[in-house]
């Protein structure tokens, strides 16, 4: 039996530090649960973080870079994202590959910001409280 794990984090360069905390904290409204200075840890959803620090180049290119935030409510959050003036790099769409409906837009590091629905039953089955 493996030893228990609490939660999750990943942790990432931020070069364009202030728009990426004005990003993450007034457009997408994650609440920043720890404030290291030049690192700030962000919860995403349940036990599950992103954490952003002031140092290093963004890994290249940087649309390799994926942060998939899941929502029923896809179009809401792409009228949300239009009217902060975010960049919508691809409208809502349905994906039939992974019975998906979702978007893609871009953070301010170049991070590429997936906001997706599952469609396939099973992932409801197997994730739990979504």
Known sequence: MRPPLSDWIVF?????????CHFYEAILGLS???????????RVAGSGYVGFCQRGEAPQPTERVILTLVT?????????????GVAILKPPTYNEKYRIYHLFAQDPNGYLIEI???E???????SGTL
């Open 12 to 20: 990432l360069p931020a070069p364009a530090w202030q728009e990426t």
């Open 32 to 42: 920043c649960v720890l404030d290291q200075g030049d690192c700030r840890i962000y």
């Open 72 to 84: 029923e409510a896809v179009d809401e959050w792409h009228a949300h994202l239009q009217a902060h």
């Open 116 to 118: 997706q629905r599952f």
């Open 120 to 126: 396939d039953p099973r992932w409801g089955a197997s």
